[in-house]
């Protein structure tokens, strides 16, 4: 357990900003808080179109005094040989040296026509993986990639461990011998009829290397988003994103800092509550206990292909339900996540989970599609509040955003999505992919002073950098 507290800053580089700068980040939400809407602030300024430093393409819009590059893109021949592949999802710094950052990047893709990987490395036979990333730590630029991960399906978001490792998470549940023909057509779009193995797993992925494609069976089968691990109990945050009910989850391992080893599953249980797709006002809290998952690697009901087994057992003992749950991240005792279709105008909401107190909390409900449409990822700023990447579930679709929730109770833009964008980057006509795409993958470099974030399609990493202090809340 030393150990684990020891490194804990891998689990998130903001964490190496030190001068108190995370507990700061739980002293505000003062407006929010009282039960009084978010307001729009000015936060860094007004976005302005911006030309990315190394293909001279203007890609986003940023506030005035921020800059970025490009980092990696979809189409690229990597350091194995292989083509990078599509569907930039959640990524995370998984290490950090004077010299070199180390990022890992999970590619959301399915199929089964064969792993983007080396099939001999693989998993099975289906699309999804990571690719690992090691940068330059002085001025960001690739210095190398390479397949860590594949064979998955639909790997989506994850989390970045205090041992230095990244948990890739399965948005997908399947099982090849429970399938009927009426389910083969309804698991058409998948395209998985040529899957040999169990999906819907979290998978671990080292700094270096390619990953032993294990399954962490215990951590459950069902529709996997992200994680986040406490440094301080080893625990496991984990959210379910599915619709119309989804699970909020967390694993208690046998041994803090082996995954593998084992361990319990249980489900968030709220007094009183059974639903809060569309919980209520702002500021409102709960109380909470949990349930226990007795079969975590059921994701169907027994004999079928119905995909709601583990959370069925959930269900059946009170636990509460939520929509579409994305982004997930921890700081010190507060777990904060979303839910991509919660909320009142059914837009999205982020709560707080008090691993102290056993409490939850409404920190944030859309009110509709102008102010943010789907919050997706998460993570916690180090200079106070959080960042959210909006992937919009409702029209229109283009021009997606990161929006800041700032501590004094304002929300605020970082950056946007330009939807139209003339040009081309590996191949892909920018123009076809990047009007209606989302951001994701958000985390920053140990020193706070780069941001690195994917634009989802075609396939675009980038850093991030600007005058982040001019918004960083005093130290008290």
């Known amino acids: 357990m030393a150990d684990i507290k020891r490194r804990a800053f891998l689990r998130n580089s903001a964490l190496l900003l030190g001068g108190g700068t995370l507990a700061s980040t739980l002293r505000g939400y003062a407006l929010a808080s009282s039960g009084e809407n978010w307001r729009l602030g ?51 710094v998984v290490r950090a040296t004077d010299q070199q950052i180390t990022l890992v990047r999970n590619h959301e893709l399915r199929g089964s026509s064969g792993p983007f990987g080396a099939p001999d490395q693989a998993y099975d036979v289906t699309g999804g ?14 210095q190398s990639s390479y397949t860590s991960l594949s064979g998955t399906a639909n790997n989506c978001a994850g989390g970045v461990t205090p041992w230095g490792t990244w948990l890739s998470c399965e948005e997908m549940v399947y099982s090849p011998e429970l399938l009927s ?37 215990a951590m459950g089968q069902f529709f996997h988003e992200a994680v986040a691990i406490d440094a301080a109990s080893g625990m496991a945050y984990l959210t ?40 209520g006002q702002v500021g409102q809290t709960w109380d909470c206990s949990w349930v226990d998952i007795e ?27 939520f929509i579409a749950l994305e982004g997930i991240d921890i700081d010190g005792q507060r777990v904060f996540f979303t839910s991509k279709r919660g909320g009142s105008a059914s837009t999205g909401q982020v709560f707080s989970y008090n691993t102290h ?77 990047m009007p209606n795409t989302e951001w994701a993958g958000a985390c920053f470099s140990p020193d706070g002073q780069w941001l690195f974030v994917n634009i989802y399609d075609p396939g675009i990493t980038l850093a991030i950098t600007g005058p982040w202090e001019s918004l960083k809340k005093p130290q008290v």
């Open 42 to 92: 000015a936060g860094y300024g007004q976005l302005v179109l911006s030309n990315d430093a190394i293909t001279g393409l203007p890609l986003i819009k940023l506030p005035p005094g921020f800059y970025y590059r490009s980092l990696a893109y979809a189409g690229q021949v990597m350091s194995d040989g292989i083509t990078a592949p599509t569907s930039f999802d959640g990524m995370g």
């Open 129 to 142: 993986g990571t690719v690992t990333l090691h940068l330059d730590a002085c001025m960001p630029s690739l």
């Open 181 to 217: 023909a009426d389910d083969r057509v309804r698991f058409a779009w998948a395209e998985m009829d040529d899957a040999r193995k169990h999906h819907g797993f979290i998978f671990e992925v080292p700094a270096d290397g390619v990953a032993q494609p294990q399954p962490l069976t």
């Open 240 to 279: 379910e994103d599915v619709s119309p009910k989804a699970g909020f989850y967390r694993f208690i391992p046998e041994q803090p800092g082996k995954l593998s080893a084992g361990g319990r599953l249980q489900m968030l249980k709220v007094t009183g509550e059974t639903d809060l797709s569309k919980a």
């Open 295 to 321: 079969h975590p690697e059921r994701g169907n009901n027994p004999g079928t292909h119905d995909v709601r087994g583990v959370q069925q057992q959930g269900f059946d003992q009170g636990a509460c339900a």
């Open 357 to 433: 107190e056993h409490t939850l909390e409404l920190v944030y409900d859309s009110p509709g599609n102008d102010e943010i449409s789907g919050p997706d990822n998460l993570i916690i700023n180090p200079y106070g509040g959080l960042l959210l990447c909006e992937d919009r579930v409702t029209e229109p679709l283009n021009a997606q955003r990161l929006m800041l929730l700032h501590e004094d109770g304002t929300y605020s833009y970082l950056a946007q999505i330009n939807d139209q964008i003339q040009g081309t980057l590996g191949g892909y006509n920018l123009a076809d992919e």
